[in-house]
């Protein structure tokens, strides 16, 4: 069954469409991620997932509900969290401080996350200005974890990181997925996205040009390496 369904969907920002017909679909338990060069229309469809862009056409439905053009809590009382780019993480607040933002009543304890994010706890009293891109970055799932969501969207999870770290975020996506959270992850890192995924969309110029599972990337590779502007897939 599907979680997430975008039908049609157009949108762009003051009157220029991004968007053309986009259609994507991502099931319940799944790991999902949407490839594409930069500037593609990858990080415009996450936020018209969570209602920061408005559509100019086409349905959003989460979990059959229709919340297409709903102001964002909308997207956040369905149960979806979303790591934007820049990881959104507070510079002068601790780490416990940043976690403790999300004004939630039913959510995972402070306890979990840390044993979740284990080196979070070490870093608890430690500044976010003072803390590594990959710590940063773990923060900053580890907040959208903090409300417990069905759906969890990552937009470019592994931009800025050591390979080593890049490494340690896919672990942790992989032990999320695992917990049954269901993930749509946007990238431009083909290998780390193909490593974590198991259904691909590759978005060009504002549309969905190619979608299939990892043995359809491996068996269209020459048409996915056009799309991507790389030199491999795997």
């Given at each position: 069954?599907?979680?997430?369904?975008?039908?049609?969907?157009?949108?762009?920002?003051?009157?220029?469409?991004?968007?053309?017909?986009?259609?994507?679909?991502?099931?319940?338990?799944?790991?999902?991620?949407?490839?594409?060069?930069?500037?593609?229309?990858?990080?415009?469809?996450?936020?018209?997932?969570?209602?920061?862009?408005?559509?100019?056409?086409?349905?959003?439905?989460?979990?059959?509900?229709?919340?297409?053009?709903?102001?964002?809590?909308?997207?956040?009382?369905?149960?979806?969290?979303?790591?934007?780019?820049?990881?959104?993480?507070?510079?002068?607040?601790?780490?416990?401080?940043?976690?403790?933002?999300?004004?939630?009543?039913?959510?995972?304890?402070?306890?979990?996350?840390?044993?979740?994010?284990?080196?979070?706890?070490?870093?608890?009293?430690?500044?976010?200005?003072?803390?590594?891109?990959?710590?940063?970055?773990?923060?900053?799932?580890?907040?959208?974890?903090?409300?417990?969501?069905?759906?969890?969207?990552?937009?470019?999870?592994?931009?800025?990181?050591?390979?080593?770290?890049?490494?340690?975020?896919?672990?942790?996506?992989?032990?999320?997925?695992?917990?049954?959270?269901?993930?749509?992850?946007?990238?431009?890192?083909?290998?780390?996205?193909?490593?974590?995924?198991?259904?691909?969309?590759?978005?060009?110029?504002?549309?969905?040009?190619?979608?299939?599972?990892?043995?359809?990337?491996?068996?269209?590779?020459?048409e996915v390496r056009r799309?991507?502007?790389v030199r491999e897939t795997?």
């Open positions: 069954m599907a979680l997430l369904e975008l039908d049609g969907i157009g949108a762009g920002y003051g009157g220029s469409d991004v968007l053309q017909d986009v259609s994507l679909s991502v099931e319940d338990g799944s790991v999902v991620t949407l490839l594409g060069r930069n500037g593609v229309g990858k990080t415009t469809t996450l936020r018209t997932v969570v209602g920061l862009v408005e559509p100019t056409a086409g349905t959003v439905r989460f979990d059959g509900d229709d919340v297409t053009g709903g102001p964002p809590h909308v997207a956040h009382d369905h149960g979806v969290g979303f790591v934007t780019e820049d990881r959104g993480v507070f510079p002068d607040l601790t780490v416990e401080e940043n976690l403790r933002v999300p004004d939630v009543d039913d959510g995972r304890s402070l306890d979990e996350l840390y044993d979740f994010f284990p080196k979070l706890r070490e870093l608890r009293t430690s500044r976010g200005k003072h803390l590594s891109g990959g710590e940063q970055q773990m923060l900053a799932i580890a907040r959208a974890l903090r409300s417990d969501p069905r759906l969890l969207l990552l937009d470019e999870p592994s931009e800025g990181l050591a390979p080593q770290i890049v490494e340690n975020v896919g672990a942790v996506i992989e032990e999320i997925a695992a917990g049954g959270t269901t993930l749509l992850i946007v990238e431009q890192n083909v290998r780390f996205a193909l490593a974590v995924a198991e259904y691909t969309y590759i978005m060009d110029g504002g549309q969905i040009v190619f979608e299939g599972s990892d043995e359809d990337v491996d068996a269209n590779a020459e799309y991507l502007g795997a």
